[in-house]
């Protein structure tokens, strides 16, 4: 079995997030790129299930669509244990540009796996639009993942509740929150080995995008806090109830 | 042209998230003077046809031959593309739950439509082709255009609100292509007790590390219990297992928007306020006046977390 997991590098979420004069771009000075946290956590499930079946499991290949740039994104995933990395080369524009270009690729791959979606623009669906744009069945909003001989067990949830399924491959698995507990951390041995391992680069191909993120602002500034000490507990359910009206 | 909304069950009604998006897809209608429709899968009986038209969807739709069937994303959404065909939709809205949300996507793709995920109520200036969306993890919006004709959207929760117009409704019963997953199998189906969706509730009480144990819920509970409030917790909290995983809120937990949030014992880590930045209202109580959590709360209290909980508690119940 063959796995694939989609990645994207997004900035750190303790960035400060600022844009230009004019609202149209991210001010990318000073600011450090991750591995998308959604997507760290499927890759770090991968690599566990890896270890666990390595007999069923031949390879983890982390795929990832961007420029020379997030070159080191990619170093730091095959630090984590992938075993193969793909970049394709094209600035990724929305999801579903960035899912026709994964479609160069996953075919080849059984298990695909994807975050819910980038910490950055948080347009999500390249999972699911990578499936539908494949033909292959796909399986969203997942909190466990395992393997049970060829086939893929899950759980998955729902309105109210959790479905345990059973699912054939080929398949894209939308992970989520208890995809995997605690992100994976980098071995030394590991990030020696990631700069043996390839870093394939494929050329994109024409394809368009269906959104356009025009613009940009930021909120604004949150009041500053309104203290109460805690003789004044009376007083702080009344500003809850009168003054913020958010409480009966 | 229309809008279809399209929407499930929860058991025997439907969740909030659901009822927004209809109150929403009606709202976009009106907008462009056209009709929408609300479809849904599975019977429905009269009470939950009411919920619908209460919340401004008169034109239901009811995929009756969906009843009880395993929820397939491919299958389901060829399904949803022939209710667009049929109704020759150009907008369509589907609820923000799991797991209909996963149609919007995969019919993007059918449809070569703009998908547009998790947006912030109705851009007045421009309702049907630029919306308001969180990006950089809740701390700026962008303005997001949409490059296709035909767009599908999910409603970011709490952020548009559910309606109530009582009026008549009309129900047409519609029979998808017949057909059961073929990749899919049930193991098992676990409900759950039936706690009030995170995602759903207009007040949460959530606690952190600051509450010291799994012992000292019982008093959050409690709390929660008399505001009608959903539980919820930080990620520390949820890693130690103090509190169940889908309790736990944040940048890789759930993202919720609340009216009234209170954080008890939890220090304000970014990570944490990714999943809550879109809350109305947060109340902090913390034994560190130098807790980040003070800078984005609205009001606070530095306080003994043991001492105060009762007396929060005997607040309510005196009121």
Known sequence: MKILVCISSTSDTTTKVKFDSEGKKLQEEGVQWIINPWDELTLTRAIELKKKYSDVISMVSVAIVGEEKVEPTLRKALALGADEAVRIDAMPKDSFFVSRQLTLIAKDFDLILAGVEGSDFQGGGVGQMLAEMIDIASVSGVSFLDIKQTDVEVKREIQGGKETLKVSTPVVIVGQKGIAHVPAIASIRGVMDARRKEIRVVPACSADEKIMYDSYELPEPRKECKMFDENQIDDLFNALRHEAKVLQ | ?319
């Open chain 2, 1 to 319: 042209m229309s809008v279809l909304v399209i929407i499930d069950k929860k058991e025997k009604s439907f969740s909030s998230l659901s009822l927004e998006a209809v109150s929403y897809g009606a709202e976009l209608a009106k907008n462009m003077n056209q009709e929408v429709f609300v479809a849904s899968f599975g019977k429905l009986d009269d009470a939950q046809c009411t919920q619908i038209a209460n919340a401004n969807g008169a034109n239901i739709i009811s995929v009756n031959n969906l009843e009880g069937s395993l929820f397939d994303d491919a299958l389901f959404t060829c399904i949803a593309n022939e209710l667009v065909s049929e109704k020759e939709a150009n907008i369509i809205v589907c609820a923000n739950t799991f797991p209909l949300k996963s149609i919007a996507p995969r019919l993007a793709v059918k449809l070569d439509a703009s998908f547009i995920s998790n947006v912030e109520g109705l851009n007045k200036d421009n309702p049907i082709s630029i919306f308001l969306k969180k990006v950089y993890t809740g701390k700026a919006l962008s303005y997001v255009k949409a490059l296709s004709k035909k767009i599908i959207l999910t409603v970011s929760p709490n952020s548009f609100g559910v309606h109530n117009i009582p009026q008549e409704y009309n129900v047409e019963n519609f029979d998808g292509t017949k057909g059961e997953s073929s990749t899919l199998e049930l193991i098992e189906r676990d409900m759950g007790e039936d706690k009030l969706l995170l995602e759903e509730a207009n007040i949460v009480v959530s606690g952190g590390r600051g509450m010291r144990g799994p012992e000292n819920w019982p008093l959050l509970e409690e709390f929660a219990s008399l505001l009608g409030a959903a539980t919820a917790c930080s990620r520390p909290v949820a890693d130690e297992n103090w509190r169940p995983e889908d309790e736990h809120v944040g940048q890789t937990g759930k993202i919720i928007a609340p009216s009234l949030y209170f954080a008890l014992g939890i220090s304000g880590a970014i990570q944490h306020m990714g999943g809550i930045s879109g809350s109305k209202c947060i109340v902090a109580v913390n034994k560190d006046p130098e807790a980040s959590i003070f800078k984005f709360a609205n009001y606070g209290m530095v306080a003994d977390l043991q001492k105060v909980l009762p007396k929060f508690i005997e607040v309510l119940k005196n009121k």
